[in-house]
C-alpha cells in the first residue's frame, strides 16, 4: 500500500494506535536496556530482537504496512545525494569544532589497546559491532519511529526521533561526550532519511561518519 | 649635639667666674652693700665680704653640686686635649680585590670645614718591595722609583697614584708631548680652593696628647728665647756604648751592694721549746776582686753625644733626643764620661758607677720665642715631578709628559679638574688602580679644619689628615720636633702659641691601608629554613597492604648571605640528630641528641641520598618514618675556597647552622568513617568505597579544638547550616571512578583565644590521615573465586577439592606457597550453601534484590539442593544483587551538586558451576525432582534465552495487537 503524504486528510494525532506504537517504542527500549543478558551474543540476540525483529513484526502483523514507507528502498536518489554531502559537510565542521574545541580528544575513550594500536582490530570493529548497531538504530529509529511519526508531525518527527535517541542513550548510561557524534548523527541522518525516504541513505551516512570519527581521533591523537 | 654642650658649659662657667669677679670689686654704698649682701650673709649687713659664704649661698640657690663643679672643672681643664681633629678613613671597592683586579679606594674625610670638592687628596700607593731607600740593585728598584730621580721615596708613592688620578689609563704613546696647547694648570692655595684668609696657618694635632701645634720653626738660633737648666755641672745628651779593656792582672773595685734582705729563724727545743724569727739584710760589703791572667771585659760606658739639650716648655724638663739620655754630671765625675781602662783597671772608677752615671730628671726653665723669630711652615704635601712644582698654576709639555696627561685636553681625567688641578688632587677623592698583592695605599688630606687660630683674624687651622693618624713614631724619623712656642701680642695680650715641626713624609709608611687589611677568613653567614612548616611524618597514609606510603617531602635550605663563589663551588656536609621528648626536655646540646644520617637503615626509610657534595645548599628527604624521635635537627657545615689575596695559596673560609624541626607524628587511627551507618573501614589500609558515596568521617572530640580537613590537600568546606568553622566530623561526597585513590586528612590542635573559656593551649596537637581507594562492587562465589582465594582448593561441602586444584604459585612478596584453584567450576552434593564473598566486604548489609538462580530458576537463598542431580551433573548457580547507598543519603545528593540517579542501585553479580558429584544420601523421593531438574539442567542456556526473548516478543505484538483491536482503525 503506497501511502501519498500530501494527499492524505489530517490525521487525529493521539488516537489508539499511536499511543500503542509509542509504547511499544518505549518498551523496545526499556527491554533493550534492562533485559538481563550474558555476554556479547545474547546482547547481539536481544538487539536484533528488539530493533529488528519487533519493529518489522509489528509493521507488517498490526500496522499491516508496506517496509516500502518504512524505508526500506532505494528511491529519491537525487534527493539523498543532494542533501548526503551538504550534511557531510555539516559533520565535518562538527568534527572541527569538537576536536579543537573541547577536550574530546583527551576523553574520548576508543576502546581497549588493541583496539587503538590495531587497524585490523579496529577495521573488524567497526565493520561489525559498529556497522551491525548503525545499522539496527537506522532501522528502529529512523526507519520504524521516524516514518511512522512522519504521517503525523512531518518534519517535527526528525526531532521526535532524535529525542528518542537521547532517551535512549540516557537509560543505557550513555548520555555523554563519548557519543557525541552518535548523537549528532541521529539527528543528521534523520534529516536525510526524511528528504529521502529512505534508509539507505542515512545509513551510508551514519557508518561513514562514525568510522570516520574514529579514524580522525585515531590520526589526531597518536 | 657634643660641641654645643661644651659650648653652654663654657659660657656657663665663664658667667659663673664673672659673676664672683663683679661680686668681688664692686664698691657700692654702705646701704646697697648691706641690702645686697643682707640676703646672702644672713646678717643685717656685714661689710666684710665672705666669699665662701657668697658662693655656699649660689650653690644653695642653684641648686649646684660642688662635687660636680669640681667634676666639671677638670674636664673642663683639658677640654681643650679633647676636641676632634680631622681625620680621614679610607673604604675600597672592591673589598677582596683579586690578583689584577681594578679597586677603587675612597677617601672619607672628617671633621673638616670644607666640603671634599675644595680639599686636596694626595693619595700615595706603595707596591710590595717599594720601601723607602731601596738600593738600585733591588730588581724592583725601576718600578718603585716612579718619580725617576734615582732613589726611592715618599714622593715616588705619591707620583704612582697621583698619576694614576691624573692620566686616567690615558695612553701616553699617542701624545706628543713636544708642546702643550692646552690650559690645564691650576694654582693651588694653600688650605684649599676656597681659602681666602689673610694669613694661612698650618697645624699639627697630637693624637697621643691631644695638643695642636702651629708648623713652624725657630728661623735661627739667636731667637731671644732662652733655657735655664738645673744642673750644678756639665748638662749632656749622653749616648752609651761598649769599652772594651784589656786587663793582664790586677783588681777591679767593687762597691758595697745591698743584696735585699732575709728571715733567720731561731728555735730553742730544750728548755721552753720557743722560737723567733728575725729579718736581716743582705749587704756585700766594698771590696777589691783580684784576677791573675789575661782577659778582655766589656764594660756598659757612656759618652757624649754632641746634641744639645733643649728644655721642654710644656713639662719644664729638659730632654734629649732619641737614643740619648739627659745628664747632668759634677765636675768631679767627669771621669766616668768617656772613662779610661786603666782607670777601671786600678780600680779607680768602679764599673757600677760607669753604666749610669749623673743626674738625669733635671728640671729647666725656658722663654718663648719672640713672633718674629718663627717662620711659618705652612706647605703642601704634593706629589711633585722632580725639578718641578705641583700647583704652581704652571703644567708645561715636560710636566703633562712625567704625569702622562693628554697635552692637547685640559682635564685628560674628564672629570671637570685641569691636569694639574688633578695632580693637586683637588677633590679627587677617589683613585682607582690595578691591585696587585700587598699594595697600601694612604691619603694626605689638606683642608680647612673647624679649629679656630688665636691669632686676630678670621684664621682657621690648616690641616693634614692621615688615614692612621700617625704624626709621631718612635724610633724613627716621622716625630714631632722643636716643640716650643712663641709669644703673640693679641688685643692687647701676650699670647703664646705652641709650635713644632713634623715632616709628614716620614710619617707616610706608618698611615697605610690595604684593601687585604682586616681581611682573613671570615665565617660564612648561614641562615637556615624549611618547607613545609608543618610537616607530617607518613601523611599519605597507606597502601592497600596496609604498608604507610610516606609522609612530607621536608626540604631544609641554607642561604648564605655572604658566599664569595657560586653556590656550585660550595661545599655542604648536612647531618640530621634526633631527640625523644617533649618540648620541656629539650635541650639543645649536641651530645643530648642522637645522630641518625649516620644510620644507613633511616637514610633508605627516609629516601635520603646524598648528605654531602657541592652546591648542596637544598636537603631534601621524606618524612616516612622517624622512629620514636619528636624533634629533627639539621646541621649543615658550608665550605668555600677562600683568596688570601697573596696570590699564592688560598684557605677556606666555613659556616655552620642548624635548624630544629618539630615534625607531626601522623596517625591513621583514632577516625571513624562511615557510609551512613555502616563503618567502611574497619580494617587497616586503604578503605574501599565505591563511586559518588557519602563518606562521613569522624574524629572523636577530646583535648583538640580546631580541625583543618583535607581532601586530597583541598580543605573540605561543606559545613551544616549552623557550623561557621570545621568541627571533628565531615561529609563529603567521593568521586572518580573505580582505581582512583583519594586522602583524607585532619589537623587539629587546641589553640584557643586568651579570652575563651575553653580549655586549650596546651601544644596539643594531631595528625590522622586516611587513604580511599574507589572501588567497583563485587562478589564472588565458591569457596575460591577471584575475592576469596583460600590456602587450599575446597568443594562446596568444605573439603578439599584436589581436583580442582591448577597448581601451586609461590608469592613474590611473602614468598609464600599458595594453591591456585579453578574459580568457577566447583564439586559439591547433597545440599550446599553458596557464600558469596563480598568486595568490598562491608557491601553486604546495603544490597537489595539479591537472588539466586539454578539454572536460570530463581531460588529463595543460596542453600541448593544438588540431590536430585545426577552425579557428573553440571548446575549453574547465578547469583545476582544491587548496592544502594542509603535514601536518606541519596535525598542529600543534591547538596553536593549531583543527581539521585547517579548512586542508583549499582548491580553485582557472579556465576558458577557445579559439578555434582555422588552422594550417599540419594532419597527415592527426589527422584522426581531430579529429573526436572537434570532436564532444566540439559536444555542449553542459550536457549533458554532465546526462549524469553521471543516469548517477550510475542506477548509485546499480541498485546498491541489487542489493545488496537479495541481502537478504530485509522488507515483503511
Redesign the interface.
Given at each position: 500500500m503506497d501511502?501519498n503524504y500530501k494527499s492524505k486528510k489530517r490525521?487525529?494525532i493521539f488516537?489508539?494506535?499511536t499511543v500503542?506504537?509509542l509504547?511499544?517504542i518505549l518498551?523496545?527500549l526499556l527491554?533493550f536496556a534492562f533485559?538481563?543478558?550474558?555476554g556479547s551474543?545474547?546482547q547481539v540476540?536481544?538487539g536484533l530482537?528488539v530493533f529488528l525483529?519487533?519493529p518489522l513484526?509489528?509493521i507488517k502483523?498490526?500496522l499491516k504496512e508496506d517496509l516500502n514507507n518504512f524505508g526500506f528502498k532505494i528511491n529519491k536518489w537525487k534527493e539523498g545525494f543532494f542533501i548526503f554531502p551538504v550534511c557531510l559537510l555539516i559533520m565535518g565542521g562538527f568534527f572541527y569544532i569538537i576536536f579543537s574545541y573541547t577536550n574530546f580528544s583527551q576523553n574520548y575513550f576508543l576502546g581497549k589497546y588493541d583496539m587503538v594500536n590495531s587497524y585490523a582490530y579496529l577495521f573488524v570493529y567497526e565493520f561489525l559491532i559498529v556497522n551491525l548497531f548503525v545499522f539496527l538504530y537506522e532501522v528502529f529509529f529512523r526507519g520504524f519511529v521516524m516514518f511512522y511519526f512522519g504521517k503525523r508531525f512531518n518534519v517535527y518527527t526528525i526531532f521526535i526521533q532524535f529525542l528518542l535517541f537521547l532517551i535512549f542513550l540516557d537509560m543505557m548510561g550513555r548520555l555523554s561526550m563519548d557519543y557525541v557524534f552518535y548523537m549528532m548523527t541521529a539527528l543528521l541522518a534523520g534529516m536525510i532519511a526524511y528528504k529521502s525516504k529512505s534508509l539507505v541513505y542515512s545509513y551510508l551516512f551514519s557508518i561513514i561518519v562514525l568510522i570516520a570519527s574514529d579514524i580522525i581521533y585515531l590520526k589526531l591523537t597518536k | 649635639m657634643k660641641k654645643i654642650k661644651k659650648i653652654i658649659k663654657k659660657i656657663f662657667l665663664i658667667s659663673l667666674v664673672s659673676l664672683e669677679i663683679v661680686l668681688m670689686n664692686i664698691h657700692p654704698t654702705q646701704a646697697e652693700l648691706d641690702s645686697l649682701l643682707g640676703g646672702i650673709l644672713g646678717s643685717d649687713g656685714d661689710s666684710t665680704i665672705n666669699a665662701n659664704g657668697m658662693l655656699e649661698q649660689l650653690e644653695e640657690r642653684y641648686h649646684l653640686n660642688s662635687d660636680s663643679i669640681t667634676n666639671f672643672g677638670e674636664s673642663f681643664n683639658v677640654s681643650d686635649q679633647k676636641s676632634p681633629a680631622p681625620e680621614v678613613d679610607i673604604f675600597f671597592n672592591p673589598t677582596n680585590p683579586k690578583f689584577g683586579e681594578e679597586v677603587t679606594a675612597t677617601a672619607i674625610p672628617k671633621y673638616f670645614q670644607e666640603g671634599k670638592e675644595n680639599m686636596y687628596f694626595t693619595w700615595y700607593i706603595k707596591h710590595k718591595g717599594c720601601d723607602r731607600e731601596l738600593p738600585q740593585s733591588d730588581p724592583n728598584f725601576e718600578l718603585c722609583d716612579s718619580d725617576g730621580d734615582g732613589q726611592v721615596q715618599a714622593n715616588d708613592w705619591k707620583v704612582e697614584a697621583m698619576r694614576a688620578v691624573a692620566n686616567s689609563g690615558f695612553v701616553k704613546e699617542k701624545a706628543d708631548y713636544g708642546s702643550s696647547t692646552d690650559d690645564d694648570s691650576f694654582n693651588a692655595h694653600i688650605g684649599g680652593k676656597v681659602n681666602i684668609q689673610e694669613t694661612d696657618y698650618c697645624y699639627l694635632h697630637d693624637f697621643i696628647s691631644g695638643k695642636d701645634y702651629e708648623i713652624a720653626t725657630a728661623s735661627s738660633s739667636d731667637n731671644g728665647s732662652s733655657d735655664t737648666f738645673s744642673c750644678e755641672g756639665t748638662l749632656m745628651c749622653s749616648s752609651p756604648y761598649n769599652l772594651s779593656c784589656g786587663i793582664m792582672s790586677g783588681a777591679i773595685h767593687v762597691p758595697e751592694q745591698d743584696m735585699g734582705s732575709g728571715d733567720s729563724t731561731a728555735t730553742d727545743d730544750g728548755s721552753g721549746g720557743s722560737s723567733s724569727s728575725t729579718s736581716v739584710s743582705i749587704t756585700v760589703p766594698e771590696h777589691d776582686e783580684l784576677f791573675d791572667g789575661t782577659s778582655t771585659a766589656s764594660i756598659d760606658a757612656n759618652t757624649d753625644s754632641g746634641y744639645e739639650p733643649i728644655c721642654d716648655p710644656e713639662t719644664k724638663k729638659t730632654t734629649c733626643p732619641e737614643g740619648t739620655t739627659v745628664r747632668c754630671i759634677a765636675a768631679d765625675q767627669m771621669y766616668l764620661i768617656n772613662p779610661d781602662c786603666n782607670l777601671i783597671v786600678t780600680g779607680a772608677i768602679s764599673v757600677f758607677d760607669l753604666g749610669d752615671p749623673g743626674e738625669k730628671d733635671v728640671n729647666c726653665e725656658t722663654t718663648s720665642y719672640e713672633n718674629s723669630k718663627v717662620e711659618q711652615k705652612c706647605e703642601h704635601q704634593f706629589a711633585v715631578a722632580p725639578g718641578m712644582s705641583t700647583g704652581d698654576g704652571d703644567f708645561g709639555p715636560d710636566e703633562e709628559n712625567f704625569w702622562g696627561t693628554d697635552p692637547l685636553d685640559p682635564s685628560t681625567a674628564n672629570n671637570g679638574n685641569t691636569d694639574e688641578a688633578n695632580v693637586a688632587g683637588i677633590g679627587t677623592d677617589k683613585v682607582t688602580w690595578t691591585y696587585a698583592p700587598g699594595d697600601q695605599i694612604g691619603v694626605i688630606v689638606e683642608g680647612q679644619s673647624y679649629m679656630g687660630t688665636k691669632h686676630d683674624d678670621s684664621s682657621n687651622a690648616i690641616t693634614f689628615a692621615l688615614v692612621n693618624n700617625v704624626f709621631n713614631k718612635e724610633g724613627s724619623e716621622c716625630k714631632i720636633e722643636e716643640k716650643n712656642d712663641y709669644t703673640e701680642a693679641i688685643k692687647g695680650y701676650d699670647v703664646k702659641i705652641p709650635f713644632a715641626m713634623v715632616n709628614i713624609d716620614n710619617c707616610l709608611e706608618f698611615n697605610f691601608v690595604s684593601p687585604a687589611d682586616g681581611y682573613q677568613a671570615d665565617n660564612m653567614d648561614v641562615a637556615m629554613d624549611y618547607y613545609p612548616k608543618n610537616p607530617t611524618v607518613g601523611s599519605l597514609g597507606v597502601d592497600g597492604a596496609g604498608v604507610e606510603m610516606g609522609g612530607d617531602n621536608l626540604v631544609v635550605a641554607v642561604d648564605t648571605s655572604n658566599k664569595n663563589l657560586d653556590n656550585n663551588q660550595i661545599y655542604y656536609k648536612w647531618s640530621i640528630y634526633g631527640f625523644n621528648g617533649n618540648r620541656e626536655d629539650l635541650r639543645l646540646a649536641k651530645e643530648d641528641w642522637t645522630i641518625l644520617s649516620d644510620d644507613a637503615n633511616f637514610r633508605k626509610k627516609n629516601n635520603i641520598n646524598t648528605l654531602e657534595g657541592l652546591g648542596m645548599d637544598q636537603f631534601e628527604m621524606q618524612l616516612n618514618d622517624i622512629g620514636d624521635y619528636d624533634f629533627l635537627r639539621f646541621f649543615v657545615e658550608s665550605e668555600e675556597f677562600f683568596d688570601t689575596g697573596t696570590g699564592t695559596t688560598g684557605t677556606t673560609r666555613s659556616g655552620r647552622g642548624d635548624i630544629l624541626v618539630e615534625p607531626n607524628k601522623s596517625s591513621t587511627t583514632g577516625i571513624a568513617i562511615k557510609s551512613g551507618d555502616t563503618d567502611i573501614c574497619q580494617t587497616g589500609g586503604s578503605c574501599e568505597v565505591l563511586k559518588n558515596q557519602i563518606i562521613t568521617v569522624t574524629l572523636p572530640s577530646g583535648s583538640v579544638n580546631n580541625y583543618l580537613w583535607t581532601l586530597d590537600g583541598k580543605e573540605i568546606t561543606t559545613l551544616g547550616a549552623d557550623e561557621t568553622k570545621q568541627g571533628n566530623s565531615v561529609s563529603f561526597v567521593l568521586e572518580g571512578n573505580p582505581g582512583d585513590s583519594h586522602v583524607i586528612s585532619v589537623i587539629a590542635n587546641d589553640t584557643v583565644s586568651p579570652a575563651s573559656t575553653v580549655a586549650g593551649n596546651k601544644g596539643e596537637k594531631l595528625t590522622v590521615t586516611r587513604n580511599f581507594v574507589v572501588v567497583e562492587p563485587m562478589i564472588g562465589l565458591g569457596p575460591n573465586n577471584r575475592l576469596n582465594r583460600g590456602e587450599e582448593c575446597k568443594d562446596l561441602n568444605g573439603d578439599t577439592d584436589t581436583s580442582s586444584s591448577l597448581g601451586t604459585y609461590t608469592s613474590i612478596s611473602s614468598n609464600e606457597t599458595v594453591s591456585n584453584c579453578r574459580e568457577k567450576v566447583f564439586s559439591g552434593s547433597g545440599t550446599v550453601t553458596i557464600n558469596p564473598t563480598y568486595y568490598p566486604n562491608w557491601i553486604s548489609g546495603s544490597l537489595k534484590n539479591v537472588k539466586y538462580y539454578v539454572n536460570g530458576v530463581a531460588q529463595d537463598s543460596g542453600m541448593i539442593d544438588l540431590s536430585s542431580y545426577p552425579a557428573g551433573t553440571l548446575v549453574n548457580v547465578s547469583y545476582?544483587g544491587e548496592y544502594w547507598q542509603s535514601d536518606s543519603e541519596r535525598a542529600t545528593l543534591k547538596n553536593w551538586g549531583l543527581s539521585e540517579v547517579v548512586t542508583s542501585g549499582e548491580k553485582i553479580s557472579d556465576?558458577i558451576t557445579i559439578k555434582v558429584t555422588d552422594s550417599a544420601d540419594q532419597s527415592a523421593s527426589k527422584k522426581a525432582t531430579k529429573i526436572l531438574a537434570g532436564l532444566a539442567y540439559n536444555i542449553p542456556?542459550?536457549m533458554i534465552?532465546?526462549f524469553r526473548?521471543?516469548l517477550?516478543?510475542f506477548i509485546?505484538?499480541f498485546a498491541?495487537?489487542v489493545?488496537?483491536s479495541?481502537?478504530?482503525?485509522?488507515?483503511n
Amino acid at each position: 500500500m503506497d501511502i501519498n503524504y500530501k494527499s492524505k486528510k489530517r490525521e487525529e494525532i493521539f488516537n489508539i494506535e499511536t499511543v500503542t506504537t509509542l509504547s511499544v517504542i518505549l518498551i523496545c527500549l526499556l527491554l533493550f536496556a534492562f533485559f538481563t543478558v550474558k555476554g556479547s551474543f545474547q546482547q547481539v540476540i536481544l538487539g536484533l530482537v528488539v530493533f529488528l525483529l519487533l519493529p518489522l513484526l509489528y509493521i507488517k502483523v498490526i500496522l499491516k504496512e508496506d517496509l516500502n514507507n518504512f524505508g526500506f528502498k532505494i528511491n529519491k536518489w537525487k534527493e539523498g545525494f543532494f542533501i548526503f554531502p551538504v550534511c557531510l559537510l555539516i559533520m565535518g565542521g562538527f568534527f572541527y569544532i569538537i576536536f579543537s574545541y573541547t577536550n574530546f580528544s583527551q576523553n574520548y575513550f576508543l576502546g581497549k589497546y588493541d583496539m587503538v594500536n590495531s587497524y585490523a582490530y579496529l577495521f573488524v570493529y567497526e565493520f561489525l559491532i559498529v556497522n551491525l548497531f548503525v545499522f539496527l538504530y537506522e532501522v528502529f529509529f529512523r526507519g520504524f519511529v521516524m516514518f511512522y511519526f512522519g504521517k503525523r508531525f512531518n518534519v517535527y518527527t526528525i526531532f521526535i526521533q532524535f529525542l528518542l535517541f537521547l532517551i535512549f542513550l540516557d537509560m543505557m548510561g550513555r548520555l555523554s561526550m563519548d557519543y557525541v557524534f552518535y548523537m549528532m548523527t541521529a539527528l543528521l541522518a534523520g534529516m536525510i532519511a526524511y528528504k529521502s525516504k529512505s534508509l539507505v541513505y542515512s545509513y551510508l551516512f551514519s557508518i561513514i561518519v562514525l568510522i570516520a570519527s574514529d579514524i580522525i581521533y585515531l590520526k589526531l591523537t597518536k | 649635639m657634643k660641641k654645643i654642650k661644651k659650648i653652654i658649659k663654657k659660657i656657663f662657667l665663664i658667667s659663673l667666674v664673672s659673676l664672683e669677679i663683679v661680686l668681688m670689686n664692686i664698691h657700692p654704698t654702705q646701704a646697697e652693700l648691706d641690702s645686697l649682701l643682707g640676703g646672702i650673709l644672713g646678717s643685717d649687713g656685714d661689710s666684710t665680704i665672705n666669699a665662701n659664704g657668697m658662693l655656699e649661698q649660689l650653690e644653695e640657690r642653684y641648686h649646684l653640686n660642688s662635687d660636680s663643679i669640681t667634676n666639671f672643672g677638670e674636664s673642663f681643664n683639658v677640654s681643650d686635649q679633647k676636641s676632634p681633629a680631622p681625620e680621614v678613613d679610607i673604604f675600597f671597592n672592591p673589598t677582596n680585590p683579586k690578583f689584577g683586579e681594578e679597586v677603587t679606594a675612597t677617601a672619607i674625610p672628617k671633621y673638616f670645614q670644607e666640603g671634599k670638592e675644595n680639599m686636596y687628596f694626595t693619595w700615595y700607593i706603595k707596591h710590595k718591595g717599594c720601601d723607602r731607600e731601596l738600593p738600585q740593585s733591588d730588581p724592583n728598584f725601576e718600578l718603585c722609583d716612579s718619580d725617576g730621580d734615582g732613589q726611592v721615596q715618599a714622593n715616588d708613592w705619591k707620583v704612582e697614584a697621583m698619576r694614576a688620578v691624573a692620566n686616567s689609563g690615558f695612553v701616553k704613546e699617542k701624545a706628543d708631548y713636544g708642546s702643550s696647547t692646552d690650559d690645564d694648570s691650576f694654582n693651588a692655595h694653600i688650605g684649599g680652593k676656597v681659602n681666602i684668609q689673610e694669613t694661612d696657618y698650618c697645624y699639627l694635632h697630637d693624637f697621643i696628647s691631644g695638643k695642636d701645634y702651629e708648623i713652624a720653626t725657630a728661623s735661627s738660633s739667636d731667637n731671644g728665647s732662652s733655657d735655664t737648666f738645673s744642673c750644678e755641672g756639665t748638662l749632656m745628651c749622653s749616648s752609651p756604648y761598649n769599652l772594651s779593656c784589656g786587663i793582664m792582672s790586677g783588681a777591679i773595685h767593687v762597691p758595697e751592694q745591698d743584696m735585699g734582705s732575709g728571715d733567720s729563724t731561731a728555735t730553742d727545743d730544750g728548755s721552753g721549746g720557743s722560737s723567733s724569727s728575725t729579718s736581716v739584710s743582705i749587704t756585700v760589703p766594698e771590696h777589691d776582686e783580684l784576677f791573675d791572667g789575661t782577659s778582655t771585659a766589656s764594660i756598659d760606658a757612656n759618652t757624649d753625644s754632641g746634641y744639645e739639650p733643649i728644655c721642654d716648655p710644656e713639662t719644664k724638663k729638659t730632654t734629649c733626643p732619641e737614643g740619648t739620655t739627659v745628664r747632668c754630671i759634677a765636675a768631679d765625675q767627669m771621669y766616668l764620661i768617656n772613662p779610661d781602662c786603666n782607670l777601671i783597671v786600678t780600680g779607680a772608677i768602679s764599673v757600677f758607677d760607669l753604666g749610669d752615671p749623673g743626674e738625669k730628671d733635671v728640671n729647666c726653665e725656658t722663654t718663648s720665642y719672640e713672633n718674629s723669630k718663627v717662620e711659618q711652615k705652612c706647605e703642601h704635601q704634593f706629589a711633585v715631578a722632580p725639578g718641578m712644582s705641583t700647583g704652581d698654576g704652571d703644567f708645561g709639555p715636560d710636566e703633562e709628559n712625567f704625569w702622562g696627561t693628554d697635552p692637547l685636553d685640559p682635564s685628560t681625567a674628564n672629570n671637570g679638574n685641569t691636569d694639574e688641578a688633578n695632580v693637586a688632587g683637588i677633590g679627587t677623592d677617589k683613585v682607582t688602580w690595578t691591585y696587585a698583592p700587598g699594595d697600601q695605599i694612604g691619603v694626605i688630606v689638606e683642608g680647612q679644619s673647624y679649629m679656630g687660630t688665636k691669632h686676630d683674624d678670621s684664621s682657621n687651622a690648616i690641616t693634614f689628615a692621615l688615614v692612621n693618624n700617625v704624626f709621631n713614631k718612635e724610633g724613627s724619623e716621622c716625630k714631632i720636633e722643636e716643640k716650643n712656642d712663641y709669644t703673640e701680642a693679641i688685643k692687647g695680650y701676650d699670647v703664646k702659641i705652641p709650635f713644632a715641626m713634623v715632616n709628614i713624609d716620614n710619617c707616610l709608611e706608618f698611615n697605610f691601608v690595604s684593601p687585604a687589611d682586616g681581611y682573613q677568613a671570615d665565617n660564612m653567614d648561614v641562615a637556615m629554613d624549611y618547607y613545609p612548616k608543618n610537616p607530617t611524618v607518613g601523611s599519605l597514609g597507606v597502601d592497600g597492604a596496609g604498608v604507610e606510603m610516606g609522609g612530607d617531602n621536608l626540604v631544609v635550605a641554607v642561604d648564605t648571605s655572604n658566599k664569595n663563589l657560586d653556590n656550585n663551588q660550595i661545599y655542604y656536609k648536612w647531618s640530621i640528630y634526633g631527640f625523644n621528648g617533649n618540648r620541656e626536655d629539650l635541650r639543645l646540646a649536641k651530645e643530648d641528641w642522637t645522630i641518625l644520617s649516620d644510620d644507613a637503615n633511616f637514610r633508605k626509610k627516609n629516601n635520603i641520598n646524598t648528605l654531602e657534595g657541592l652546591g648542596m645548599d637544598q636537603f631534601e628527604m621524606q618524612l616516612n618514618d622517624i622512629g620514636d624521635y619528636d624533634f629533627l635537627r639539621f646541621f649543615v657545615e658550608s665550605e668555600e675556597f677562600f683568596d688570601t689575596g697573596t696570590g699564592t695559596t688560598g684557605t677556606t673560609r666555613s659556616g655552620r647552622g642548624d635548624i630544629l624541626v618539630e615534625p607531626n607524628k601522623s596517625s591513621t587511627t583514632g577516625i571513624a568513617i562511615k557510609s551512613g551507618d555502616t563503618d567502611i573501614c574497619q580494617t587497616g589500609g586503604s578503605c574501599e568505597v565505591l563511586k559518588n558515596q557519602i563518606i562521613t568521617v569522624t574524629l572523636p572530640s577530646g583535648s583538640v579544638n580546631n580541625y583543618l580537613w583535607t581532601l586530597d590537600g583541598k580543605e573540605i568546606t561543606t559545613l551544616g547550616a549552623d557550623e561557621t568553622k570545621q568541627g571533628n566530623s565531615v561529609s563529603f561526597v567521593l568521586e572518580g571512578n573505580p582505581g582512583d585513590s583519594h586522602v583524607i586528612s585532619v589537623i587539629a590542635n587546641d589553640t584557643v583565644s586568651p579570652a575563651s573559656t575553653v580549655a586549650g593551649n596546651k601544644g596539643e596537637k594531631l595528625t590522622v590521615t586516611r587513604n580511599f581507594v574507589v572501588v567497583e562492587p563485587m562478589i564472588g562465589l565458591g569457596p575460591n573465586n577471584r575475592l576469596n582465594r583460600g590456602e587450599e582448593c575446597k568443594d562446596l561441602n568444605g573439603d578439599t577439592d584436589t581436583s580442582s586444584s591448577l597448581g601451586t604459585y609461590t608469592s613474590i612478596s611473602s614468598n609464600e606457597t599458595v594453591s591456585n584453584c579453578r574459580e568457577k567450576v566447583f564439586s559439591g552434593s547433597g545440599t550446599v550453601t553458596i557464600n558469596p564473598t563480598y568486595y568490598p566486604n562491608w557491601i553486604s548489609g546495603s544490597l537489595k534484590n539479591v537472588k539466586y538462580y539454578v539454572n536460570g530458576v530463581a531460588q529463595d537463598s543460596g542453600m541448593i539442593d544438588l540431590s536430585s542431580y545426577p552425579a557428573g551433573t553440571l548446575v549453574n548457580v547465578s547469583y545476582e544483587g544491587e548496592y544502594w547507598q542509603s535514601d536518606s543519603e541519596r535525598a542529600t545528593l543534591k547538596n553536593w551538586g549531583l543527581s539521585e540517579v547517579v548512586t542508583s542501585g549499582e548491580k553485582i553479580s557472579d556465576s558458577i558451576t557445579i559439578k555434582v558429584t555422588d552422594s550417599a544420601d540419594q532419597s527415592a523421593s527426589k527422584k522426581a525432582t531430579k529429573i526436572l531438574a537434570g532436564l532444566a539442567y540439559n536444555i542449553p542456556e542459550q536457549m533458554i534465552f532465546m526462549f524469553r526473548i521471543m516469548l517477550t516478543t510475542f506477548i509485546i505484538i499480541f498485546a498491541a495487537g489487542v489493545v488496537i483491536s479495541f481502537g478504530e482503525k485509522k488507515y483503511n
